[in-house]
């Protein structure tokens, strides 16, 4: 049997467990729920190998994927506000418990969110190896990539959610993004709000320019870096392997300050923001909102072998690129940090052929990657099988 039981639980084992050699892979060996979306309480142990979970639609398969990826920093794989995550005939709030093998060893994760704290934006609770931690402490142990089927709009919807797809390979690269990030859209959400109040204080706007254009050149920087890594790693790759079953992608980033950084050091192109932030004042008063940024830039795709825009290809060859990039998104974490990342694919093969889902499996072997997959259809991942854990989940219910 590949998962069973846990006598003790993750939340009560041991809390120091010594930080060893930094391991290959990332992989969760203990879980724990407690009135987490569908599940009142649910506790498994597990192997490194990938992880498939099996059952009815609704049968609680993506909330097990939701509940492993708030193990890392951010909101997790859905975003949604943490009071929704409670058990809806539970007490309001939810606990996840973990022991994970992590970039520091093993170590275990306690997660949750109290009962009664359902404020709009309230955080959720972090301790790691006994202590309390900030949510972005997780970055320094565990990192993830995903997919889910709210991601196949990707090339076609808002630049927003391009950002986003971005900004998580940015702070997974390097998680002290988290704060440059964070302090421009408090700066930026001030000055709007400066606006907003018909406030003309030229000393009140001047500091929050100052602050805009130091973490948004950060952030266009960082993003830029981001990018260039990856496109390096997908030639590399096509190099070498030659062009495999997913199509590659041709990235660039589209922005006033990425266009500024491929002509002139970041100190200068501070500089250029403040001025185009102070000369625009007046337009932006009369819109509300700041019109010059990193918050408006956009994340450009194109299809390699067609050399197409990605928008422009049909949703099969959207999909199958977009696996690619998430992929490749993995494969760039292990190459640069020295350990595979959590690879969490919501269900991802039921909308691929035969081949493609053999290469996909492939893919996850080659990299190591404790890869947690759903689907309807246990046939669909017998090509893999005999090197994952298949777990049935039926309505909160997990078994082998």
């Not at 190998?49 to 398969?61: A, R």
């Not at 980033?253 to 000369?279: C, N, S, W």
Request: hydrophobic letters at 40%; a neutral charge; one cysteine or more.
């Amino acid at each position: 049997m590949r998962a069973s039981p846990r006598e003790q639980d993750p939340a009560d084992a041991p809390t120091d467990k010594g930080h060893g050699l930094a391991p290959d892979r990332l992989f969760v060996t203990a879980l724990k729920l407690t009135d987490f979306r569908n599940y009142a309480s649910a506790r498994f142990t597990l192997q490194a190998s990938p992880v498939v979970l099996v059952g009815d639609n609704g049968s609680g398969k993506t909330n097990l994927l939701e509940a492993v990826s708030l193990l890392g920093p951010g909101h997790g794989l859905r975003g949604r506000p943490y009071g929704e995550l409670a058990r809806k005939d539970g007490q309001g709030g939810f606990t996840i418990a973990a022991t994970v093998m992590s970039r520091q060893g093993e170590v275990d994760i306690g997660t949750g969110f109290l009962p009664g704290t359902r404020e709009e934006g309230a955080g959720r609770s972090v301790r790691i190896a006994g202590k309390d931690q900030s949510t972005g402490a997780l970055g320094d142990y565990l990192q993830h990539v995903f997919l889910i089927p709210a991601m196949d709009g990707l090339f076609t919807g808002p630049a927003s959610e391009r950002r986003r797809f971005l900004d998580r390979l940015v702070l997974a690269l390097d998680p002290k993004m988290r704060t440059p990030l964070g302090r421009y859209d408090r700066a930026m959400r001030q000055r709007n709000r400066l606006f907003q109040m018909r406030e003309f204080s030229r000393a009140l706007f001047e500091g929050l320019e100052e602050q805009l254009a130091e973490a948004g050149v950060a952030i266009a920087a960082a993003r830029l870096d981001a990018v260039e890594r990856l496109t390096a790693l997908i030639d590399e790759t096509r190099a070498a392997r030659g062009q495999g079953p997913f199509p590659h992608a041709v990235l660039a980033l589209h922005g006033t300050l990425e266009t500024e950084l491929t002509m002139r050091p970041a100190t200068e192109v501070e500089d250029v923001f403040r001025v185009i932030l102070e000369t625009g004042r007046e337009r932006d008063r009369a819109a509300s909102r700041t019109l010059e940024g990193p918050h408006l830039s956009d994340l450009l795709v194109v299809h390699g072998p067609k050399n197409a825009p990605a928008a422009q290809c049909s949703s099969g060859e959207q999909k199958a690129l977009l696996l690619g990039l998430v992929l490749a998104k993995a494969d760039l974490i292990k190459a640069l940090e020295g350990t595979c990342p959590l690879v969490l694919l919501d269900e991802v093969a039921a909308h691929l052929d035969q081949a493609r889902r053999e290469a996909l499996f492939g893919e996850i072997l080659r990299l190591g990657a404790q890869a947690w997959m759903t689907g309807t259809d246990r046939e669909l991942f017998s090509p893999i099988a005999q090197d994952a854990q298949i777990l049935a989940v039926n309505r909160g219910n997990i078994s082998t």
